[in-house]
């Protein structure tokens, strides 16, 4: 790997100055702030509850120090590694953003995978060189060597794989990284609930990789939209340059501090829905019409079946929306079923025992 930053990120950001705000001019402690606009007397919110709480009136941490100072002791790597946005779907907009010129560039992805990257790879006019996974939903070495040229500088990579669940090889993902001199980047929204370990202790031999996580899975935070990005400090200093200055609002930033205390509860949860993994993927074969349970190292099962898209109007008619993928490739007549509390899969489970083709 021959990794450069200079020669991957766009003329227009590299000579850009970013916006700079009241809050990154001053950044220590002061008595009276008139600085930024603000209303110096207080916020609706602050009068209404009357009690020390977060202050609204106030424009919030543009970089979110306290916050990251706290994933940094979870995660075991340095504030300066750690970039958060608003959803994991941020941190994949503006690495197109900044790496990828619109109608010249192009990134490689391999569906079945998470739909956000095409979404903005079209938003951004940046050519998709898609390369379907192998009927084992692993990834098709040959054709991406041959798909790589000197225009693409972003592959996205989600291990585990939504929808298929799957891991992708730690092998393959170690020969891109190696030999790829774009930015190589994988999604671990399920890394919790895997089998598999994270590719966080790599970030230190990779200054290609960047690894996606989020607070709205096994965390239990999709509200709360709080997505994160592990890479090297260039790539993390441009990610910062380019944000919106106030990106992640001062009640996401309090309520994540709140959250990150209480990790016994979210492991308890994550060894449940393990477990629930387990169990149901066992029941689902005592169903006649389910052909094959695809492994999974994440929080849902892609099940394969006769005739899908009547059994998913069979669970809505029963109130259980699951997921039809039955359209995407590879997919065909596969449900993407999350897995529920221990109720809600039994109920699943009660409703699928009584459907008639
Ligand atoms: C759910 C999911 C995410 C989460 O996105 P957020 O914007 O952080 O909520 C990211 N990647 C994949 C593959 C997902 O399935």
């Not at 990834?139 to 972003?154: C, R």
């Not at 990579?157 to 190696?178: A, K, M």
Request: charged residues 20%; proline residues 6%; negative net charge.
């Amino acid at each position: 790997m021959n990794f450069n930053i200079d020669t991957l990120v766009r003329d227009n950001i590299k000579k850009m100055s970013p916006y700079s705000s009241a809050r990154h001019e001053f950044s220590g402690e002061a008595s009276i702030y008139l600085d930024a606009n603000e209303n110096s007397f207080g916020s609706p919110l602050s009068t209404a509850t009357g009690i020390e709480g977060p202050q609204y009136n106030r424009y919030p941490d543009p970089l979110q120090n306290a916050l990251k100072e706290k994933i940094s002791r979870i995660k075991g790597v340095p504030p300066q590694h750690i970039f958060l946005g608003n959803g994991s779907d941020e941190a994949i907009d503006l690495l197109f953003r900044i790496f990828c010129e619109p109608g010249k560039d192009n990134v490689l992805l391999f569906p079945p995978t998470y739909g956000m990257y095409k979404v903005a790879a079209e938003t951004n006019d940046v050519a998709i060189k898609e390369i379907p996974l192998l009927p084992d939903f692993q990834l098709d070495l040959e054709s991406i060597e041959a798909a790589i040229d000197e225009h693409t500088k972003l592959i996205f990579i989600c291990s585990p794989n939504n929808p298929t669940g799957n891991s992708i090889d730690r092998n393959d993902i170690e020969l891109l990284l190696n030999n790829f001199n774009g930015l190589v980047v994988i999604d671990e929204a399920y890394i919790n609930y895997s089998r598999q370990k994270t590719w966080i202790q790599e970030l230190t031999e990779y200054p290609n990789l960047v690894i996606l996580q989020t607070l709205s899975k096994a965390w239990g935070l999709a509200g709360l939209r709080l997505g994160m990005a592990f890479a090297g400090e260039p790539v993390i200093g441009y990610m910062n340059k380019v944000k919106y200055p106030y990106n992640i609002n001062t009640a996401s930033q309090q309520l994540a501090m709140e959250a990150l205390e209480n990790i016994s509860g979210v492991n308890n949860w994550t060894k449940t829905t393990v477990q629930q993994r387990e169990w149901l993927a066992n029941e689902l074969t005592q169903i006649p019409f389910i052909q094959t349970i695809y492994p999974s190292d994440a929080n849902f099962l892609l099940v394969k079946m006769e005739q899908a898209s009547n059994v998913y109007a069979h669970l809505a008619a029963k109130g259980i929306i699951v997921r039809d993928r039955s359209s995407v490739i590879l997919c065909n007549d596969c449900l993407r079923i999350t897995i529920g509390t221990p109720e809600e899969n039994l109920q699943l489970v009660a409703a699928l025992n009584v459907y008639q083709s």
